[in-house]
C-alpha cells in the first residue's frame, strides 16, 4: 500500500501526539519517573524512563520510540533491530562523547 505525502503527514502527527502522550501519563502516574535514567539502546543517549518502552531486548527513549512507530506504521520496517542497527552511528558518538566529557572531568 502506497500512501501519498498528506496520509504520512497525518500519521507521523498521530505518532506524535500519542507518544508525547504515553511520556506525559507515566509522569502523571509517577512524577519521580524524571529522575530515572537509563541508556537507549537505540540512540544511545541518557535519557528519563518516561515514555520509554522496552521491545524485547531492547529499551527505547520516547524520542526512538516516535521514530520506532512512525517507522511502522510508514511500513519502513518491521521489526526493532532494523531501526536499533540504522541508529549504530549515533550510539557509538555518544559513547565517544560521554568518554571525552568523561576524561575532562578527571583532568580538571
Same mark, same amino acid.
Given at each position: 500500500?502506497?500512501?501519498?505525502?498528506?496520509?504520512?503527514?497525518?500519521?507521523?502527527?498521530?505518532?506524535?501526539?500519542?507518544?508525547?502522550?504515553?511520556?506525559?501519563?507515566?509522569?502523571?502516574?509517577n512524577?519521580?519517573?524524571?529522575?530515572?535514567?537509563?541508556?537507549?539502546?537505540?540512540? !544511545?543517549?541518557?535519557?528519563?524512563?518516561? !515514555?520509554?518502552? *522496552?521491545?524485547?531486548?531492547?529499551?527505547?527513549?520516547?524520542?526512538?520510540?516516535?521514530?520506532?512507530?512512525?517507522g511502522f506504521?510508514?511500513?519502513?520496517?518491521?521489526?526493532?533491530?532494523?531501526?536499533?542497527?540504522?541508529?549504530?552511528?549515533? *550510539?557509538?558518538?555518544?559513547?565517544?562523547?560521554?568518554?571525552?566529557?568523561?576524561?575532562? *572531568?578527571?583532568?580538571?
Amino acid at each position: 500500500m502506497i500512501m501519498d505525502k498528506s496520509e504520512q503527514i497525518k500519521i507521523i502527527e498521530e505518532m506524535q501526539q500519542v507518544v508525547n502522550q504515553m511520556k506525559l501519563d507515566d509522569i502523571e502516574e509517577n512524577p519521580n519517573i524524571l529522575n530515572d535514567f537509563f541508556d537507549c539502546d537505540c540512540c !544511545g543517549k541518557n535519557q528519563t524512563l518516561a !515514555g520509554s518502552i *522496552r521491545y524485547g531486548d531492547y529499551r527505547l527513549c520516547n524520542d526512538c520510540v516516535l521514530k520506532a512507530e512512525i517507522g511502522f506504521a510508514l511500513n519502513k520496517f518491521n521489526n526493532i533491530k532494523t531501526l536499533v542497527d540504522a541508529m549504530e552511528n549515533n *550510539r557509538l558518538e555518544e559513547i565517544c562523547k560521554y568518554l571525552k566529557d568523561d576524561e575532562n *572531568r578527571h583532568n580538571n
